[in-house]
């Protein structure tokens, strides 16, 4: 019998694991939120993440639990290590991708460059950080955001008012998470993989388009990246992985600030989004290297098999009809174009799928990736 991988996580990056471990010949089973989910290709059982029997017996078919999102709770990740589950991130890495306060506090004894930030329960502190960092701040719920969800930009504390309310109904009491709001020129990404033997690989920086929120384009590696930024972003991506004990593929999302400082934002302790570009681009994708590292096995080479690679989010989708409806003419247009699609409804703002270009030329792959993505939406 093969080894066996239990994905706790039914979305996209579940199932885009499935084509790798195919190859590897390694076997997924998922445990999905709900039935016909992206993932629903892996043999897949339908169940509560939140709720330890669940767990529990998805894990007693598997070698080895890993993640297709971060919200598995710490009792419950607990639970199933201590009954002797390999689980991969662990809770003890994975509650810094949990809780950004955790996260802040984490990296500031590990000496990593972050934004100024603080721990505020009240208006009063919230308005007395402001006053310290030019009147403006971006406020967080420290739990649970994604996409951009839980994060406000504010210019006064009771732009926030509506946070504390909800912090105060909440009988495990809580804190928010300002910061300084960053001067950055644009974002970027480090990836880096972890074996739990402490094997370390870095991907190359990449720079991420964030549009309204959410991740709308990937250029790989990052332009105009120098030898001193891009070696600063690995430094970070590994120190980051080593210090916490990531296992599997950590994504390291950073600010570049207009004095050419590298802060990070936020941590993901799974594939993400800003490593699409490198399941066509680099020799060993972020799906197939996620496997490795979490099955303890030696990991992939990361180096770019083209000088570039571009990866372009399909959002929404058509608004009538099938991605596959779209395959013939965005196919003919662009034979150079890899589609990804996830299967799942389209629907305003929603990632359906991806386009990877790679070549040479920036200019003609940024294009053709664009442009094939665009047969996908209206
Ligand atoms: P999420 O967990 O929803 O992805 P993030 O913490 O990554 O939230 O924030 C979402 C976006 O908000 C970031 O990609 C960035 O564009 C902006 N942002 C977040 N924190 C700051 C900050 N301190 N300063 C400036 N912009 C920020």
């Given at each position: 019998m093969g080894v066996r991988v239990g994905v706790v996580g039914g979305g996209q990056l579940?199932?885009?694991?499935?084509?790798?471990?195919?190859?590897?010949?390694v076997e997924i089973r998922v445990l999905a939120e709900q039935d016909g989910m992206s993932a629903a290709l892996a043999a897949t059982r339908v169940g509560d993440y939140r709720d330890l029997d669940t767990v529990r017996a998805f894990a007693r078919d598997v070698d080895v639990v890993t993640f297709d999102h971060e919200h598995v709770p710490q009792d419950v990740l607990r639970a199933l290590e201590a009954e002797g589950v390999q689980v991969h991130p662990g809770p003890d890495a994975l509650r810094f991708a949990?809780?950004?306060?955790?996260?802040?506090?984490?990296?500031?004894?590990?000496?990593?460059?972050?934004?100024?930030?603080?721990?505020?329960?009240?208006?009063?502190?919230?308005?007395s950080f402001l006053d310290d960092h030019g009147g403006r701040g971006v406020?967080?719920?420290?739990?649970?955001?994604?996409?951009?969800?839980?994060?406000?930009v504010v210019g006064a504390a009771t732009e926030a008012q509506d946070w504390f309310t909800a912090l105060a109904e909440d009988a495990n009491g809580g804190a928010l998470l300002v910061e300084e709001l960053v001067d950055f020129t644009r974002e970027l990404a480090q990836q880096v993989a972890r074996r739990p033997s402490g094997q370390i690989v870095a991907y190359p920086v990449v720079e991420t388009v964030q549009r309204g929120g959410v991740c709308a384009e990937v250029i790989a590696p990052a332009p105009r990246a120098d030898g001193r930024l891009a070696a600063e972003a690995e430094r970070i991506g590994l120190a980051i992985a080593d210090g916490l004990g990531v296992?599997?593929?950590?994504?390291?999302?950073?600010?570049?600030?207009?004095?050419?400082?590298?802060?990070?934002?936020?941590?993901?302790?799974?594939?993400?989004?800003?490593?699409?570009?490198?399941?066509?681009?680099a020799v060993t994708g972020q799906f197939e290297q996620h496997l490795r590292a979490v099955l303890d096995l030696p990991l992939g080479e990361t180096a770019p098999v083209q000088p570039w690679a571009v990866m372009v989010n399909i959002l929404g989708g058509p608004a009538q009809g099938s991605l596959a409806e779209r395959f013939a003419d965005a196919m003919t247009r662009h034979p150079s174009a890899k589609i990804h699609t996830y299967g799942k409804a389209p629907r305003p703002g929603r990632k359906v799928g991806h386009v990877n270009v790679i070549g040479d030329d920036l200019d003609d792959v940024v294009y053709q990736a664009r442009a094939a993505a665009s047969h996908f939406v209206d």
């Open positions: 579940a199932r885009m694991m499935i084509a790798p471990a195919v190859e590897l010949g949990q809780d950004k306060l955790d996260m802040r506090a984490r990296l500031a004894e590990l000496g990593m460059p972050q934004p100024d930030w603080a721990r505020v329960t009240t208006l009063d502190e919230l308005q406020v967080k719920t420290p739990r649970g955001g994604y996409d951009g969800k839980g994060v406000r296992t599997g593929m950590l994504a390291v999302e950073l600010f570049e600030t207009t004095d050419e400082r590298l802060l990070v934002n936020e941590l993901a302790m799974r594939p993400h989004n800003s490593g699409h570009w490198s399941q066509d681009g």
